[in-house]
């Protein structure tokens, strides 16, 4: 081999050394630098329902924290499966997030659904929200006895609004079928949509949750709510199992379990970004601001940061209480 081959070889190979080099701190530079843009999260309901409330009330303090914009989308449909599909379907990349509810995810799943469970990893069970009997202001009900009397002597006659596929729609026909009671379903797809026909008097009375019929304010009034105890929100409202008792009818403490979701294969991939996204989300939350919102709304009653390990087992027991029901979300 010649001197001038030799020198060329050697110049090469230290091209090639510093080639690699420069790539190296680029792909560190692009690591270090997420998010290096927008992040999408979909909502897999209507505009103006408590999810989605949830996550723009949120979204503006997320954003501060990130310091990219949150491009917040609806994709409604086939009580949830539409959103969830088209996030399932995105990639785990860190720049798609969901939010979401139970009881239907692990509905959606049920009825067969191309996505697992272990699918999502829930960073944070952000509500708990329970169950809420609620009528319009002007309805003549004032107890859930009244109510219950009113359905009874007018058998086919009341009109009841809910989400088919929530722990609403469960209760309900808990008690209903419990006390042999003939009512009129009406579904919608999204809380936002029932919370306008019942403050439109398009129904006589919804099944929904607690937290999130405050939005109607004076427009509406909660007749029960499910749990052990009154629900500061609305201090009237009775304890569920309280009013059913002369009955000898007991429901589930069942409530809405909203929630903010990645993929579960993200903290594997991308441990950073898995760490970036539950960081400021949790400084999110706890933003004054946020925690102010929150109070005037009422929303701060339900509103909670558990993190990913407890999150994810309030989600698996929710799971286990669907197919504990399943002939009834099998069967809408």
Not at 200 to 223: C, K, N, P, T, Y
Request: aromatic share 10%.
């Amino acid at each position: 081999m010649s001197r001038q081959e030799g020198w060329w070889r050697q110049a090469l190979a230290v091209g090639l050394v510093c080639a690699a080099i420069v790539l190296a701190q680029a792909g560190m530079a692009v690591a270090q630098s997420y998010p290096a843009h927008e992040i999408e999260v979909i909502i897999p309901f209507d505009a103006g329902g408590s999810v989605d409330r949830m996550i723009r009330a949120l979204a503006p303090y997320w954003e501060q924290e990130l310091g990219v914009p949150l491009v917040l989308q609806n994709y409604s449909g086939a009580q949830g499966q539409v959103g969830f599909e088209r996030f399932y379907r995105t990639r785990p990349d860190g720049y798609t997030i969901m939010v979401g509810t139970e009881p239907y995810l692990s509905a959606s799943i049920l009825r067969g659904a191309s996505y697992e469970l272990d699918d999502f990893d829930i960073l944070n069970v952000q509500q708990f929200d329970p169950v809420a009997i609620t009528v319009p202001a002007s309805s003549p009900y004032r107890t859930l006895a009244d109510l219950l009397e009113a359905i009874r002597a007018n058998p086919g006659r009341l009109a009841w609004g809910v989400e088919p596929g929530g722990w609403d729609y469960v209760v309900g026909n808990l008690i209903f079928d419990a006390l042999g009671l003939d009512v009129i379903e009406v579904f919608y797809d999204g809380g936002g949509p029932l919370r306008v026909a019942l403050m439109g008097e398009q129904i006589d009375f919804s099944l929904g949750s607690a937290a999130g019929d405050m939005a109607m304010g004076d427009r509406a009034r909660v007749l029960a709510v499910s749990g052990t105890k009154p629900f500061p929100g609305w201090p009237e409202a009775e304890v569920l199992n309280e009013a059913l008792a002369p009955y000898g009818v007991t429901v589930p403490n069942l409530g809405s379990v909203r929630f903010v979701a990645v993929h579960a294969s993200l903290k594997e991939k991308y441990p950073d970004r898995y760490q970036t996204l539950l960081r400021t989300y949790e400084a999110a939350l706890s933003n004054p601001k946020f925690i102010e919102r929150s109070k005037e709304s009422g929303v701060e009653l339900v509103t909670q940061f558990v993190g990913p390990e407890e999150s994810n087992a309030q989600v698996r027991d929710a799971n286990a209480v669907v197919n504990q029901f399943k002939e009834m979300f099998l069967g809408q």
